[in-house]
Structures are given as C-alpha cells and as structure tokens.
C-alpha cells in the first residue's frame, strides 16, 4: 500500500473518499505518527474554514462579471432585413420603371414592330425622375453606409471605453 498523501486527506475531510481510501487512513492513523499530526493539522485548517462565513462580492462586481459571462444579443435579424429591405426597394422601382417605359413607349406601326426609343427616353430624361431615383439611391447608400461602417465603429469605441 501506498502510504496517503495530504490530497487524500483532504478527500476524507471532504467525504469523498472511496471506503478502501478510509480503511487505509484508519490504519495509517494508528501506525504512522507522522500521518497523525498531519491529519490533525488537515483536521483543524478544516473546521477553521468550514466556520468562517462566506463573505460576498459587491454588487458591482458580480454586474461587471454577469456582463462579461452574458451573451451577446444576436445581431443577426438587423443585419438580415437590409438587404432584403435594399431588394424590395430597387424591386418596386424596377417595376414603375417598366411600367412607365410601357405606358409610355409607343409600338410603332410598322412591320418590324420595333419599341419606339423616343418614349423611353423623354420619360428617363424626365427632370423628376431623375431627381427622385438620384434621391433614393442616396438614400439607400447612406443607410448601407450607416449599418455597415458607422453603427460598428461607433457600438466598438463605446465597448472599448467601459
């Protein structure tokens, strides 16, 4: 048998000790003197620590550590709806356009059935038109600009200085 080591002590202190552990520690304890003044001393430091109270952190402290243990709120859902919200936009537009181009181009008459180009473009080269679709695309660039470059930049600068 190997003779217990102060790990094994603490493990029969503990109760978590296996029976045979115990057997060889009743057996050690009557043989081996120096054993004895050990656990004694394990013994003691024991009961010492079992009678101390618990002292608890601050508040603040279990705060600053829940924050840092807690996840982070998925940002997946926001990050999803710009394109489809960018898609649905140019979708809708795409359709006015084409149907301003057919309600407004002419077939001409003859045997070829060509798309008159006079129709398309007065209606592209319409001064409001073309404010409108400039407006929107600005629009939408600024918001792509403001999900993308802006809102990580400022939410990383604010993390940082907390």
């Not at 094994?8 to 000790?17: K, M, Q, R, T």
């Not at 057997?23 to 001393?41: I, K």
């Not at 629009?139 to 990580?152: E, F, N």
Request: proline fraction near 6%.
């Amino acid at each position: 048998m190997t003779p217990l080591t102060e790990e094994h002590i603490w493990d029969i202190l503990d109760g978590e000790a296996s029976p045979d552990m115990c057997a060889q520690h009743e057996a050690q304890l009557l043989a081996d003197a120096s054993y004895r003044t050990t656990f004694v001393q394990c013994e003691q430091l024991h009961r010492q620590l079992l009678n101390l109270p618990l002292e608890s952190p601050s508040m603040r402290f279990t705060e600053n550590l829940m924050e840092r243990l807690a996840p982070e709120k998925p940002t997946a859902t926001k990050r999803d709806r710009l394109p489809v919200i960018f898609l649905t936009v140019f979708m809708g537009l795409s359709g006015l356009l084409a149907s301003l181009l057919f309600s407004k181009a002419n077939f001409s008459a003859s045997t070829e059935k060509e798309l008159n180009t006079e129709g398309v473009i007065t209606t592209l080269s319409n001064p409001l038109f073309v404010q409108i679709f400039v407006l929107l695309n600005i629009v939408l660039m600024l918001a792509v600009i403001d999900r993308k470059i802006l809102r990580p930049y400022f939410d990383n600068r604010v993390k940082g200085t907390k």
